[in-house]
């Protein structure tokens, strides 16, 4: 995954200095990146927050990720605009330590495009040589910055399989919430911005609706920032252990460190502690009712892709299957059986597909396979591209066979267990259930 930088604001300071600011003293922020960083002095990357700004507005500069109890950073508030200058009343000290700091104006527009000229230079260069399966679209405020990141994704030959995450950090991007969760493919929830646009009584409230709206649409939901004291702390808090579980409980499908493995300490305890805490939670997820609402929520008449996903969890849960089997070549069907969250793994056999540019023949699948490891409950693996996805003939069982070996190594299903098998015969789609012998 490539995070882009994003019309992200930016203190510099070229002396590398620390700057102490003192609370209920002033500072003035100036375009001009020339002049010295100091204490009443900070010069910005960009022009127009002197007409973005009016006096009251709350301005907050932190450097890394701001969690609010760090020392390192601030609030301000602006007291008057001179020109192109911004006068600020600092409101409490601290010391800015290093070159870089974020700076964020709270409900503010910023007139900057979603994908800036380095991101599309670092896309360019290290995405395409990296072949990336997921674009991180940081500060997406509207459906059309996706729109441009695909056309512009489009012309760099493989990574238009890219897949595209629109990062939520804004009010705006709330706004148009809706209609970027119709073209992304998936989305995070920057929880570290949301909360210094949003006052912190209504973040909860966004996440658990907005979460829920992913799930019916089957696309990942993806929260960030869960146990920020875990960057200089061995153990989370309470209220973050709560907070991860309620995450898994409410519906996410993924949880992303950030300062945590970033700069913090303890990189590899927070990983095996947030696990432990995503593990227990997914125990106890009331999978029943989650499944009642999903069937619930796409309504009658279903499509037939629906339908099918939708009986297959039903009888895999009702027979007490210990996984389902799922034959897809573009990912899409496995992807809706996962939607409808089975308690029990979900195999998907990515079938490759060959293709042609009249030159050389190519395999797809491989894409696929990897960008369906963010879908809760999803495994992924490769079949022998000699076994289509949609054969009229027995071809598929041994691919059955090595799927279904595949599970027994990982231990998932075991000697007389049950499974169901969801794949396509022709035109029609089969589900059916195996007795497993010894």
Known sequence: MLDTGGPELQVVNKTEHPISLEADTKVILTPDQDKPATSNLLPINYHGLSKAVKKGDTIFIGQYLFTGNETTSVWLEV?????????CLIKNSTTLSGTLYTLHVSQIRIDM????????????????QNNIDILSLSYTRHAEDIRHARSFLSKLGELNQTQIFAKIENIEGLTHFDEILQEADGIIFSRGNLGIDLPPEKVFLFQKAAVYKCNMMGK???VTRVVDSMTDNLRPTRAEATDVANAVLDGS?????GAET??????VETVSTVGKICAEAEKVFNQDLYFKKTVKNVGEPMSHLESIASTAVRAAIKVKASAIICFTSSGRAARLIAKYRPTMPVISVVIPRLKTNQLRWTFSGAFEARQSLIVRGLFPMLADPQHPADSKSGSNESVLKVALDHGKASGVIKPHDRVVVCQKLGDASVVKILELED
């Not at 007291?79 to 006068?87: G, K, L, M, N, T």
């Open 79 to 87: 007291d008057e605009v001179c020109s192109e200058d911004v006068v």
């Open 113 to 128: 495009p979603t994908l800036t000229d380095k991101d599309k230079e670092v896309i360019s260069i290290w995405g395409v």
């Open 220 to 222: 990942p939901a993806v």
């Open 253 to 257: 499908d993924a949880i992303l460190l």
């Open 262 to 267: 970033l700069r913090g300490l303890y990189p």
